[in-house]
């Protein structure tokens, strides 16, 4: 949910609300589909590229959708894509990418032996280019 505050100057949505929401959905999905557990889990992901698509504004009080994929997975990294859409109107309001590598906690660098494997698990879940991928969808109200 977004609030009157999360609107700027020019009455829509504030970019940095767009990352929050985007960082939002994806940190929710791994936390509850792929076991990241932020402050413990042995290795956590670090953003080392985001970028963001507007393509129509958004303000509030309209209501956010949210809709999460996969697009690549590596040893150690994942591109995450998340859409983002107004409740109750067609077409795409921006579409984020996120970039995450996954290090060690102790190290602060990336494992020889990749991800651990529940983690890629859910991430493959979501994964578009295997014919397995499925849109995850995120409610924002």
Same mark, same amino acid.
């Given at each position: @949910? ?6 700027? @100057?020019?009455?829509? @949505?504030?970019?940095?609300?767009? $990352?929050?929401?985007?960082?939002? /959905? ?11 557990? %932020? %402050? ?6 670090? /953003? ?12 509030? %009080? ?12 590596? +040893? ?18 921006? #579409?984020?990418?996120?970039?995450? /590598?996954? #290090? ?12 651990? %494997? ?10 578009? $280019?295997?014919?397995?991928?499925? @849109?995850? +969808?995120? +409610?924002?109200?």
């Amino acid at each position: @949910m977004f609030v009157r505050s999360d609107n700027d @100057m020019y009455d829509h @949505m504030n970019n940095s609300v767009y $990352n929050f929401l985007y960082d939002s /959905v994806v940190n929710t999905y791994l936390i509850e589909h792929c076991g990241l557990s %932020p %402050p413990t889990s042995a290795q956590y992901g670090l /953003v080392v590229h985001s970028h963001n698509d507007y393509f129509a504004s958004i303000a509030f %009080p309209a209501v956010a959708e949210l809709a999460l994929r996969v697009n690549k997975i590596g +040893k150690s990294s994942v591109t995450f894509e998340v859409a983002l859409f107004e409740k109750g109107v067609d077409g795409v309001k921006s #579409v984020g990418e996120f970039t995450h /590598v996954y #290090v060690d906690r102790k190290t602060g660098r990336p494992s020889a032996a990749g991800m651990n %494997p529940k983690l890629r698990q859910g991430l493959e879940e979501l994964l578009m $280019n295997t014919g397995r991928g499925n @849109m995850h +969808k995120d +409610k924002l109200i």
